[in-house]
């Protein structure tokens, strides 16, 4: 089992940068594949971006394609999400999720994060 913990959410301008970060527990961090998924008031969760456990492969939603990085650093049971060129419709609550099928699913992820929140101003 593995808990998650997401930060660096905040209020930024269109244009911006944001670098959020998905710290997890356990040992076993390193044995998931990762995602990030996000949910804007009223609408559905979304895919962002996945990679998998070894880091060496990542796969983005094309709403975030060109502007957004998912990196992982292992021996820091540590994901990130770098968000560059941020929009307002970027504006959402994003989740950080854990499971083993690297898939743009959340359905496949069964650990998730408390979510932190990104607002994009005009």
């Known amino acids: 089992q593995v808990q998650l913990v997401e930060s660096g959410g905040g209020l930024v301008q269109a244009g911006g940068s944001l670098r959020l970060s998905c710290a997890a527990s356990?040992?076993?961090?390193?044995?998931?594949?990762m995602g990030w998924f996000r949910q804007a008031p009223g609408k559905e969760r979304e895919f962002v971006a996945a990679?998998?456990?070894?880091?060496?492969?990542?796969y983005y939603a094309n709403s975030v394609k060109g502007r957004f990085t998912m990196s992982r650093d292992n021996a820091k049971n540590t994901a990130y999400l770098q968000m560059n060129s941020l929009k307002p419709e970027d504006t959402a609550v994003y989740y950080c999720?854990?499971?083993?099928?690297?898939?743009?699913?959340?359905?496949?992820?069964?650990?998730w994060g408390q979510g932190t929140q990104v607002t994009v101003s005009s």
């Open positions: 999720a854990a499971g083993g099928s690297w898939t743009p699913l959340a359905k496949d992820y069964p650990y």
């Open positions: 356990g040992r076993t961090f390193s044995r998931y594949d």
């Open positions: 990679i998998r456990w070894s880091g060496g492969s990542t």
